[in-house]
C-alpha cells in the first residue's frame, strides 16, 4: 500500500510538476498583490483537483461516452506531454509565459494553470490508468499530495524563487522534464502495446 502510494505520488509529481509550474506561476502573477496571488493559487489548485478526481473516480466512463478507447488516450496524452517535457528541457518552464497585467487573474488561475500544467492530459490519463491498477483510494491519496505541494509552492512562490534562485529552479525543471519524456513515451507505448495485442 505505502508502495503503491509512493508510486502515485512519484509519478503525478513528475507529470503535474509542481517545481516547474511554480516558475510559470510567478511569471505570470509577479505583478499581482499577494492576496490575489494566493486567490490565483487556490482556484487553480481548486480547479486542477476537481478535474483530476473526476477522472479518477469515472475516467473511463467518460471516455466510453465519447466514444475514445483508453488506448488512443494514453497515445493523445504520451503525445501531447512530449512538448511541455521539451520546453521543460529545452528552456526550464512548461510554457511560454504572458505579462501578468494582460491577463485576468481568474483566466490565469484557470488556463493555463489549472488546465493545461496541472490537470493536462497526461495526469488525467495517468488517474484513470491509476485508478484501474493501483485502485482509487491510491490513487486520490497521491494526487492530494501533489496538489497540496502544489499549492504550498505557490503560495510560496516569490520566497522559493528568492530562496532557491531561478537558476536551480530552472535545473530542477529541466530534470522534471527528463522525467516527464519518459513518462510521455511510456504512455505512447503502453497506448501501442494495448492497440495491437
Same mark, same amino acid.
Given at each position: 500500500?505505502?508502495?503503491?502510494?509512493?508510486?502515485?505520488?512519484?509519478?503525478?509529481?513528475?507529470?503535474?510538476?509542481?517545481?516547474?509550474?511554480?516558475?510559470?506561476?510567478?511569471?505570470?502573477?509577479?505583478?499581482?498583490?499577494?492576496?490575489?496571488?494566493?486567490?490565483?493559487?487556490?482556484?487553480?489548485?481548486?480547479?486542477?483537483?476537481?478535474?483530476?478526481?473526476?477522472?479518477?473516480?469515472?475516467?473511463?466512463?467518460?471516455?466510453?461516452?465519447?466514444?475514445?478507447?483508453?488506448?488512443?488516450?494514453?497515445?493523445?496524452?504520451?503525445?501531447?506531454?512530449?512538448?511541455?517535457?521539451?520546453?521543460?528541457?529545452?528552456?526550464?518552464?512548461?510554457?511560454?509565459?504572458?505579462?501578468?497585467?494582460?491577463?485576468?487573474?481568474?483566466?490565469?488561475?484557470?488556463?493555463?494553470?489549472?488546465?493545461?500544467?496541472? &490537470?493536462?492530459?497526461? &495526469?488525467?490519463?495517468?488517474?484513470?490508468?491509476?485508478?484501474?491498477?493501483?485502485?482509487?483510494?491510491?490513487?486520490?491519496?497521491?494526487?492530494?499530495?501533489?496538489?497540496?505541494?502544489?499549492? &504550498?509552492?505557490?503560495?510560496?512562490?516569490?520566497?522559493?524563487?528568492?530562496?532557491?534562485?531561478?537558476?536551480?529552479?530552472?535545473?530542477?525543471?529541466?530534470?522534471?522534464?527528463?522525467?516527464?519524456?519518459?513518462?510521455?513515451?511510456?504512455?505512447?507505448?503502453?497506448?501501442?502495446? &494495448?492497440?495491437?495485442?
Amino acid at each position: 500500500m505505502a508502495d503503491d502510494l509512493g508510486r502515485s505520488f512519484v509519478s503525478f509529481f513528475a507529470i503535474i510538476d509542481p517545481i516547474g509550474n511554480v516558475i510559470v506561476f510567478y511569471l505570470l502573477t509577479q505583478q499581482l498583490l499577494p492576496q490575489r496571488r494566493l486567490l490565483v493559487a487556490a482556484i487553480s489548485v481548486a480547479m486542477a483537483a476537481a478535474l483530476l478526481v473526476v477522472f479518477a473516480l469515472a475516467g473511463q466512463q467518460v471516455l466510453d461516452l465519447l466514444s475514445i478507447s483508453e488506448e488512443s488516450f494514453k497515445v493523445a496524452a504520451g503525445l501531447l506531454l512530449l512538448f511541455p517535457a521539451y520546453r521543460l528541457v529545452e528552456h526550464g518552464q512548461p510554457m511560454e509565459a504572458a505579462g501578468a497585467d494582460e491577463v485576468d487573474p481568474i483566466q490565469i488561475a484557470l488556463v493555463p494553470l489549472a488546465t493545461p500544467l496541472m &490537470a493536462g492530459p497526461g &495526469a488525467l490519463a495517468t488517474a484513470i490508468s491509476f485508478s484501474e491498477t493501483l485502485g482509487r483510494g491510491t490513487t486520490l491519496g497521491g494526487l492530494g499530495l501533489v496538489l497540496a505541494v502544489s499549492f &504550498a509552492m505557490f503560495a510560496l512562490a516569490a520566497q522559493v524563487l528568492r530562496w532557491l534562485g531561478q537558476s536551480v529552479m530552472r535545473l530542477l525543471a529541466r530534470l522534471v522534464g527528463i522525467v516527464l519524456f519518459a513518462i510521455a513515451v511510456n504512455l505512447i507505448l503502453e497506448g501501442l502495446n &494495448a492497440y495491437f495485442d
